[in-house]
């Protein structure tokens, strides 16, 4: 099974800027093709906000489109980063990420849920 760290987070002001970054393990990796970044504020339902593939192809939710960025490092495959920029006070939630397989329509999770990452944004 594909194993999980994310880290990153923490406390910024209205309009400042966090990397979060998501660390991939096991034997399983091999089998995914995508990895993604969630998010889950108090009371509501978990959102994806972003998606990269094994060819780079990207995917953004609307509500951080041209804010947010996800990427790969470009010298562990395994790692991927969300840099969030010009975050808004309802950015607040706690950040997970996961991999899997995404068939170009649907994305299927093929890992375990890391112990997610908060992020406050607040004056």
């Known amino acids: 099974q594909v194993h999980l760290v994310e880290s990153g987070g923490g406390l910024v002001q209205p309009g400042g800027s966090l990397r979060l970054s998501c660390a991939a393990s096991g034997r399983s990796i091999e089998s995914v093709n995508a990895m993604v970044w969630y998010r889950q504020a108090p009371g509501k339902e978990r959102e994806m906000v972003a998606r990269?593939?094994?060819?780079?192809?990207?995917?953004y939710a609307d509500s951080v489109k041209g804010r947010f960025t996800i990427s790969r490092d470009s010298a562990k495959k395994d790692t991927v980063y969300l840099q969030m920029d010009s975050l808004k006070p309802e950015d607040k939630a706690g950040y997970y990420c996961n991999a899997g397989w995404y068939t170009g329509r649907d994305y299927y999770p093929r890992s375990n849920w890391g112990q997610g990452t908060q992020v406050t944004v607040s004056s």
């Open positions: 990269i593939t094994s060819d780079d192809s990207t995917y």
